[in-house]
């Protein structure tokens, strides 16, 4: 975080006010609604806090050129524009996404106005204005009416408003102001299934069938993604895990040493570590967290040889109730050199300045079919976020229905669906409209049908097996059994990684956002047309021919896939 008064232009702008001014001045500016919205229905009024209780804001600037930035996004990723490939640099997209003087000063100064002097600038471009008020003048200075709301059967509480206003004049320098009329819900990476433990050995002789247990082996083989070492030094695949979650290398080197017993010094078998808002990485015994290490095990496990990151976002998070997703896409934008794959409103913003750079972003989808987490009790579809953003590779999951025969049909967890706030982009014309088509107004009422569709892509996401040795209960010797999304967003940030390191050994770009690739040849993926994602009382979504919001284009086929990259680069 930066303070204002550390920038030279700001404090120009803000030393010929007095501060003393709000007293003095009579408030001449016109207000008018910015955003409002009707109560969500997961969420009950829970009382009105008192007027002294501080909140923190934050204000996001408007970029310099944000549809600039947006239509550089689009040219490098879609193949056969002539920009394709051609990623920008940090400053490149800092000259874009900055907010100009004028937006920093003219909206510094309605605050001044307001006696709100003690300004912190933060954001990878300073593109977020913080400040710290009572509830009683952030409800005046915003027309607000800031109240307590509950997650209906959920812990969170939220403290928003349903509408609130800004100065007319300043409509051209503010995208909005956090937290208000905002009440996502951020999917941390879903609660994983965890069943039966099993000996590690037998498991691997069992993983022949790959149905009751997955291994790597099993994705290599269904996949075609090779054993083969990466051999580039600037590939790179970022893994994400929150709440100070962080992964265990021991449990790491024993996987590798059952299961990947041809990866061995100097090839990589390990992962680095970095720490956003007080991550941590005691690598004590005990209490290291599954997610994190299911995430290590399948991309170091996968990705041979690529350099693995592990990230742990800890709790001190300075972006409210958003638990650190931004401080993390931040922390990446911040950095000279971004992450060639990462894995884990405005959040989406920061995601399409990231694509710009060159990172593929993935996400599972979630693990609760079409009500988008575990709890089912919903009356219309719950999409998840950041999935639906539409800059995110989101990934679902498949199973294997015949041991033996490998079939892979629709995982029933695998979250799909359609965002009620992201439109369909392009990339997902024809596909979506011409599954809601064969869909034949089923469900009309309980999902949005102009919103973009997810997930994207899918792998196997049942039966992985993961070491957590280090975990308080689990006997040392057994193998956990995990499902999720969560399994099935590391198998394919892999391949990604091992695509980018072709790319890079031929000198050419890595894939950065893959979506309009992956829509452009839907063939490079195994169609998946039978299950379905249950959930809020239905059956949910069917898997069907082409796209569908299950197993969105299907699972990928590794050779496919390495050509078809090269062949547009
Ligand atoms: C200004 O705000 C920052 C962070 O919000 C806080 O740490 C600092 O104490 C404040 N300074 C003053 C003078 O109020
Ligand atoms: C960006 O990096 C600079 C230099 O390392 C650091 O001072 C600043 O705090 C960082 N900003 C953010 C938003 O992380
Ligand atoms: C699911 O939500 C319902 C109400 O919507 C609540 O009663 C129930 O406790 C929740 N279940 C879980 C496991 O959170
Ligand atoms: C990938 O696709 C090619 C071409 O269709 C096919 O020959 C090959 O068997 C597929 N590989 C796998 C592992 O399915
Ligand atoms: C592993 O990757 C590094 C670059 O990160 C490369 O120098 C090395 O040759 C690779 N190892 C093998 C066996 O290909
Ligand atoms: C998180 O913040 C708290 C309170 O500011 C501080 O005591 C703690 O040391 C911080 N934790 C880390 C890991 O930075
Ligand atoms: C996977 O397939 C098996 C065999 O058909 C079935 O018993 C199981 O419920 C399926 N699991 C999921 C999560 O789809
Ligand atoms: C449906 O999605 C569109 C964006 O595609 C959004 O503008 C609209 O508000 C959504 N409608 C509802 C009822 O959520």
Known sequence: MVYLAAFAFALAALSTLPTSMA???????????????ELPD??????????????????????????????????????GNSLYGQHLSYDETRAYAVPSPETVSAVATWLNENGITNLTSSGAFDDWLGFTVPISIANSLLNANFEKFSEVGGPRELTRTLSYSIPVD??????????????????????????????????????????????????????????????????????????????QEEDLEEFLSIYRTDIR??????????????????????????????????TVGIATNVSVTFISVGDNNTDGDLDGFLDLANYLLNKTTTPGVLTTSNLCNAYLKLTARGTSILFSSGDGGVSGSQNQSCTTFVPTFPSTCPYVTSVGSTNLTVAGNPTETAATFSAGGFSNYFPTP?????????????????????????????????????NFQIVVDSLLGIVPG?????????????????????????????????????????????KVFNDITTGSNPGCGTNGFPATKGWDPVTGLGTPNFTSLLQTALDNS
């Open 265 to 298: 010094v100097p090839l990589k078998t390990t992962f680095q570590e970095k720490f956003v808002d007080g991550g941590e990485n005691p690598q004590a015994p005990l209490i290291a967290g599954i997610e994190a290490d299911l995430d290590t095990q399948y």
């Open 478 to 522: 057994l193998t956990l059994s995990v499902d999720g999304t969560s399994c099935s967003s590391p198998t394919f940030a892999s391949i990604i990684a091992l695509i980018n390191d072709h790319l890079l050994e031929k000198e050419k770009p890595r894939l950065g956002f893959l979506n309009p690739l992956l829509y452009s040849f839907p």
């Open 170 to 247: 300043l409509k051209q320098h503010i995208d909005l102001v956090y937290p208000t009329t905002d009440f996502v819900r951020l999917s941390k990476g879903p609660k994983l299934e965890v069943h039966e433990t099993s000996d590690k050995l037998a498991t691997r002789a069992v993983a022949a069938s790959c149905q009751s247990a997955v291994i790597p082996q099993c994705l290599q083989n269904l996949y075609g993604i090779p054993t083969t070492p990466a051999t580039n030094s600037l590939n790179t695949l970022f893994v994400s895990g929150f709440d100070d979650e962080w992964a």
């Open 42 to 79: 997961h969420f009950a009024l829970a009382g009105t806090p008192s007027p002294d209780t501080p909140i923190s804001l934050k204000i996001a600037l408007t970029a310099t050129d944000m549809a600039g930035l947006e239509k550089v996004v689009w040219d490098v990723s879609t193949p």
């Open 23 to 37: 007293a003095d001045v009579p408030a001449h500016r016109i207000m008018v609604v910015h955003e409002e919205r």
């Open 426 to 462: 392009a990339y997902q014309k024809p596909d979506v409209p011409d599954y809601l088509t064969g869909l034949n107004d089923a469900y009309k009422e309980l999902y949005n049908s102009s919103g973009r569709g997810y997930p994207d892509v899918s792998t196997l996401g049942v």
